[in-house]
């Protein structure tokens, strides 16, 4: 099965019509990378908690995450449903990647959001070419999903930022250039773009899963960093990380349903392989049953995040959108990759057919960048609020 399937092709087409024919080029070369470069790479980067850095240059030099940003700072300038597909490739080839150069990807979009022309300038040609990689700093150790109790803080003091404080569960920390990190300042929280050489300290937190995607504390401690290191308007950090994450959120979604495919894809390659009472498993009728559910549960995963996806790109309000995607293609691919351990039987919890990886990756998914109670949460709140 190639990395670009045939339903992917069919939503783009139903998209984008005659123009549809160039972004497929795009992707189909890009999934011909991913299947050549990428994948063989993902089961020895878990095994050894190894950070992907070469993928991510690798990916960079394909332009990657320049897919989305204007050409005026060497973007490529595609609708980002078309970078939307290809992060669910890159989810199936390598989670771990995947993860990473979205966290990334979204820390670009806050600078292209929010800061000032000057910034612009200075970070996001270097930003989405690979020149500055990025992490994103925004969770404390007693503030998760009440990401407004902010502890670590940022005051001026002759001319310059005194950050101070310990952020945790920072992707990329350690391994970045700069971190788009939010802060208290006396206005409220604030974003601050900050080199990632200011922090005292980082130390890497082993996982579960995304084992090659770095999870760091970050540590800051009398931390000197420029005034022009403020993002935008000083109080406004907060709107900036809820809108920031609305995207990510879509793109959790996308790699959600690409590590569920990737487990459904090894469940039907065993279930033909696999004899059992004198047969293939896959003619036993519970075990088609699964892989229908299996299939369907992908196949609406997908529809909701690529739905969402193009609400953003036509600057359409999508925060409940993103949140129902997310929330759907996380616990979907859950449940996939759960079935997919079944359909091996004691294969899938053994290391050799290396189906335990994409159940391990996929748990992250339902309580990073908001907790499937948050997406509820949030989903309700528009309901009640209307349209």
């Known amino acids: 099965m190639g990395f670009l399937i045939q339903e992917q092709k069919e939503l783009v087409e139903m998209m984008y019509g005659p123009a549809a024919e160039d972004y497929l080029l795009i992707l ?35 332009g990657f995450t320049s897919m989305g940003f204007p050409k005026d700072f060497g973007g490529l ?46 970070y996001l040609p270097q930003m989405i070419s690979g020149k500055k990689f990025a992490g994103f700093s925004l969770t404390e150790p007693g503030a998760g999903s009440d990401a407004r109790n902010l502890q670590t803080t940022a005051r001026l003091e002759g001319g310059q930022w005194l950050v101070n404080g310990t952020k945790m569960f920072t992707t990329n920390g350690g391994y970045c250039d700069l971190y788009f990190l939010f802060a208290k300042t006396p206005k409220g929280p604030s974003a601050f773009l900050v080199d990632a050489k200011l922090a005292k300290s980082s130390k ?82 519970m075990i088609q049953s699964k892989l229908a559910d299996m299939l369907t549960d992908i196949n609406a995963s997908r529809l909701m995040v690529y739905r969402a996806a193009h609400l953003k790109d036509r600057g359409k309000p999508f925060e409940s959108e993103a949140a129902q995607a997310k929330l759907f293609a996380s616990e979907k691919c859950l449940r996939v990759c759960d079935e997919a351990i079944q359909i091996h039987g004691g294969y899938g919890y053994a290391d050799e057919f290396d189906v335990h990886r994409h159940w391990r990756d996929a748990r992250l998914n339902t309580v990073g960048e908001g907790t499937s109670e948050i997406m509820r949460l949030l989903v309700s709140k528009n309901i009640i609020k209307g349209p």
């Open 204 to 285: 890497h937190i082993e996982k579960l899963g995304y084992r090659g995607s770095v999870t760091a504390e970050v540590v800051f401690e009398n931390a000197h960093a420029p005034k022009e290191s403020l993002v935008g308007t000083e109080g406004e950090g907060f709107e900036y990380a809820k809108k920031m994450l609305y995207g990510g959120r879509v793109t959790v979604g996308a790699i959600s349903t690409g590590i569920a495919r990737a487990a459904f894809d090894k469940a039907v390659r065993y279930s033909k392989d696999r004899t059992a009472f004198g047969k293939p498993l896959s003619d036993f009728e």
């Open 28 to 62: 189909d070369s890009l999934g011909d990378f991913f299947e050549k470069e990428i994948e063989p790479t993902a089961r020895q980067i878990d095994v050894k908690a190894e950070f992907p850095r070469e993928n991510i240059r690798k990916l960079f030099e394909q």
């Open 77 to 122: 300038e595609l609708p980002w449903p078309i970078y939307v597909a290809a992060m669910e490739m890159c989810g199936k080839a390598c989670a771990s990647t995947a993860l990473s150069l979205a966290i990334h990807g979204t820390c670009c979009e806050g600078v292209r959001q929010f800061s000032n022309p000057g910034q612009k300038k200075e």
